[in-house]
Nanobody, 123 residues
Framework: QVQLVESGGGSVQDGGSLRLSCTAS????????MAWFRQTPGNEREFVAA????????RYADSVKGRFTISRDNGKKTVVLEMASLNTEDTAVYYC????????????????WGQGTQVTVSS
């Protein structure tokens, strides 16, 4: 059974930082593109960042470019999202996702999802 388990969400002040982590089990982690999405009430899941299988190619949404950093450790089956200079528009539930195909930005093409972790940024 595949499981993606996120951790590290919480509340932070405008301008602050948070580190999200996602640990996978039950899948050949190194064979999957890993990504982070986020979702706010009433909206579809929004692409945040993706990282290739060996970590040499990254893709970021324009809204987080220069502020967020995605990384992975295939030995530990973990993908991390470092978030800095957070603002209130970053408030959302953040999801870790795995995709066997490629660096896609549309949520419907992802095969596996975590349960989500809440990030709240207050002004």
């Amino acid at each position: 059974q595949v499981q993606l388990v996120e951790s590290g969400g919480g509340s932070v002040q405008d301008g602050g930082s948070l580190r999200l982590s996602c640990t996978a089990s039950g899948l050949a982690f190194g064979n999957y593109v890993m990504a982070w999405f986020r979702q706010t009430p009433g909206n579809e899941r929004e692409f945040v960042a993706a990282l290739s299988r060996n970590g040499d190619t990254v893709r970021y949404a324009d809204s987080v470019k220069g502020r967020f950093t995605i990384s992975r450790d295939n030995g530990k089956k973990t993908v991390v999202l470092e978030m800095a200079s957070l603002n209130t528009e970053d408030t959302a539930v953040y999801y870790c996702a795995a995709n066997y195909l490629s660096m896609l930005t549309v949520h419907k093409y992802y095969d596996y999802w975590g349960q989500g972790t809440q990030v709240t940024v207050s002004s």
